[in-house]
């Protein structure tokens, strides 16, 4: 699923540099799709959000001054709420945060009946779903100690170094340092393989992204049925349970797709 022809459409349609206002496009919908009363775009004060039709489709849009620069904490945090608080009702394809035209008419004609057919059909595939990001993260304590309990070359390097100045046992930190990170990388691709095997019965598309930190567990994205996320919670809430004091785990969601519609540099929230 792609909306790059879309987000090419908006990019050629930028906003002229003598308007004093654009038209600031968040996503596409159905067009049967209406903003709550209480939505709120980017802008400080928050932007009325309306939408712009053409045939089939519809894009979440709000007007903005064109002498106001984007990308605050708000303003992200606006455009991720607005299509967040959608896919709970409808599909929604994200455009990257900052897609900007210069009218009502040109988010119509550009954007949207320039793209109909491919829209549609992604729309379409979207119907019923939503993303989730799963997250994990090695407690500390434990995971050096499973390292040092599975490892003797660890373990006599831990203990070569224990009492001893920084300086002395340089290259024995080092060496300890190296075999910690590996054997966590190792444990995190098995550890990925085990929550994907847990969560297999939801049948999600899955994307699995880069850790974050250097003690993640586990990083995935995953696209599924919205109708089953008390399935993947409690699936969640199993994992938990058999790595109590081991993972943390945090699931973020139900959220729009962004892993699955946009450009690898889209922004997102995760």
Partial sequence: MSTEQAEQSEEGGAADAGSTTAIY????????????????GVGQPPSEVSVVRSGDLAALVSEIPTDRALGTPDDLKAHAALLD?????????????????????AVSSELLEGNAEDLVAALEQLE????????????????????????????????????????????????LGEIINATIESKRAEDTRHTLEALSSLEPLV????????????????????????????ALTDLMHEWDGRVEMTLLGPMAAYDFVTKPDTGEEG
């Fill in 85 to 105: 608080g959608t896919v709970m009702v409808a599909p929604v394809l994200p455009l990257r945060f900052g897609a900007v035209l210069a009218d009502r008419d």
């Fill in 207 to 234: 994307n699995e992204r880069q850790p974050t930190h250097e003690q993640d567990a586990v990083h995935i994205a995953i696209l599924m049925e919205l109708a089953k996320q008390e399935e993947l919670e409690q």
């Fill in 128 to 175: 019923g779903l939503a993303q989730f990001v799963v997250k994990g993260r090695y407690v500390e304590k434990a995971i050096l100690q499973e390292i040092l309990d599975e490892n003797p070359d660890a373990a006599q390097l831990r203990e070569q170094i224990r009492g001893q100045s920084e300086d002395a046992t340089r290259e024995a930190r080092m060496a």
């Fill in 25 to 40: 496009v968040y996503g596409i919908v159905p067009a049967d799709v209406e903003p709550e009363d209480h939505a709120s």
